[in-house]
């Protein structure tokens, strides 16, 4: 690296949070956002289980631990590396449009949002986590589906203590909005303004039974999701889409206004795809294809990158932070006009991770000026009227590795828990193009291959990805974060695999968005140095900084002693890393 690459690096480290808590295991490792949770996954491996195994068993106790995004109520994908044929298999487990779902069903007779769309089992698709969890574990695991769920089961029934974080988030959640908030609309891209408060089922489930709120330490019991997690472990999945479970699901939406019925749950599947295949400086790289978006955006992104040195610069150069941020755009705008469910809409996925398309776009891309994203467009891009997720990494001794990110949608999804049941339902209707036709520069996108239909699964950022190299793993990442999630990913896989930062510090390096519309380069933090901003505003970038940028829990595997290196991302601070 160049003496001016150097200065860069110290400088983008400078920027980054605190140093994670990387821990060094010599066999097996798991991180997630819920260090009870990542403990169940870890007492799995060391009973024997596998990498499928522990991402299981930890997901399902992350929808007791960590209930603004952990879920049996919502959905997500999968991605595993299996060491001993060298495959590398993917499961979409997203959700689905209700079958009395139509494509203006959130908009008033203007064509406007109706007020807090994305509150209540209305604002739900069916969920498909139990089903994608199941096909794992049938397919790739090694330990009964009974033995990876009583371990949740237990958590909800017996309690366990609440971190700072999540009371202060409970807490937040059970406080009633003010009367006079405004309805969510069309000119509404910020914090979801729908809370817990809003529904009794969720106050009861979530509440403290004097009401006082909660505190550090206090004891969290969930007994309804307690007995929904018994009838899983001892009935199967089949309880959740045909049983008990089920019964109650459509009960509740029949009661609140929902669209879930029997036939929605009945008839919904996980799907087994093919993984998104691409290298980078080397290095194999796998994502997940549609109707997740993440694995294509990282993957066009760096096929466009790849062109360039950007090690010579250093991470944080004005130049790096420019070309970066022009192939996100590019990316991004790629994700908005040609991906969808490819049960319903063609994707070109070979032309889309060409080395050709790479080369294509990267023509377009200037070193002294940024391109308008209207530019990019084929038709007209209006001008502005006026999320939680969550992933897990585990690596097992011999060498299988799953990265696995699912998700509610927002902070708790809508808000709305499944009365007798316990558990909270998605929100995901939201991540449909819901104004069709309207795509505009504060960020709305109406888009013709995303808007719902009837069995369609909405978009998503989701991007698990796992690295191998000569045949091994080397990198398990993934985020939460909305449509900064493949920006995140591209990332950590940049400051590992192009700048060849240490485990902790490819984590824990400031990150860059992008996404075509709204057309701003957002910088993580706000303590950029004022020329690196006057010199990307020159170049044409709209400029904003602050705020913190995904949660990328990430398993390093290090080629030269095999040792995994768990790095909880310390954005939040009840993530950790368990191990042996």
Known sequence: MTHRGWTCLLLLLALAPPPAPAGEFAKQVVVAQEGHAADVGRDVLRAGGNAVDAAVATAMALAVTHPAAGNIGGGG??????????????????????????????LDADGHLLPHHRAGPRAAGVPGTVRGLALAVERYGSKPWGELVRPAARLAREGFPVSETLARSLNAQLQPAPKDRPPRDAEDLGDDPDRLADFADSVAAFARADRDPWRAGDLLKQPDLARTLDRLAAAGPDDFYRGATARLIVAHNARHGGLIDLDDLASYRAVARPPIH??????????????????????????????????????????????????????????????ADPDFV?????????????????????????????????????????????????????????ALTYTLEEGYGSKSVVAGAGFLMNNEMGDFNLIPGRTDAAGRIGTVPNRIAPGRRMLSS?????????????????????RTIPNTVLWVVLNRLE????????????????????????????????????ALRGLGHRVRTGGIQGDAHTIVVRPADGRRVGVPDPRRRTAAAAGD
Do not use: C
């Open 346 to 402: 063609a994707i070109p996925t070979e032309r889309l991770v060409s080395q050709a398309f790479a080369d294509d776009l990267a023509r377009t891309i200037r070193d002294d000026g940024a391109t308008p994203g209207a530019a990019l467009a084929p038709f007209p891009v209006l001008g502005a009227e006026g999320s939680h997720t969550t992933h897990l990494s585990t690596v097992d001794a011999a060498g299988n590795a799953v």
């Open 77 to 106: 994908f999968l991605v595993a590396f299996l060491a001993g044929t060298r495959e590398v298999i993917t499961i979409d487990f997203r959700e689905k449009a209700p079958g009395k779902s139509f494509e203006r069903m959130y």
């Open 278 to 339: 691409s290298t980078f400086r080397g290095v194999d790289l796998y994502g997940m294809g549609p109707p997740s978006s993440g694995g294509i955006v990282v993957a066009l992104a760096l096929n466009i990158l790849e062109r360039y040195d950007l090690k010579a610069d250093g991470p944080a150069s004005p130049r790096t932070l420019h070309r970066v941020t022009e192939a996100m755009r590019r990316a991004y705008f790629i994700r908005a006009t040609e991906l």
């Open 499 to 534: 700048f060849g930062l240490g485990p902790a510090e490819s984590v824990t390096a400031s990150r860059t968005h992008h996404a075509w519309f709204p057309d701003v380069l957002h910088l993580e933090g706000d303590r950029w140095p004022a020329a690196t901003v006057a």
């Open 462 to 482: 989701m991007a698990p990805t796992i690295a191998v190299k000569d045949g091994s793993v080397v990198l398990v990442t993934g985020s939460p974060g909305g």
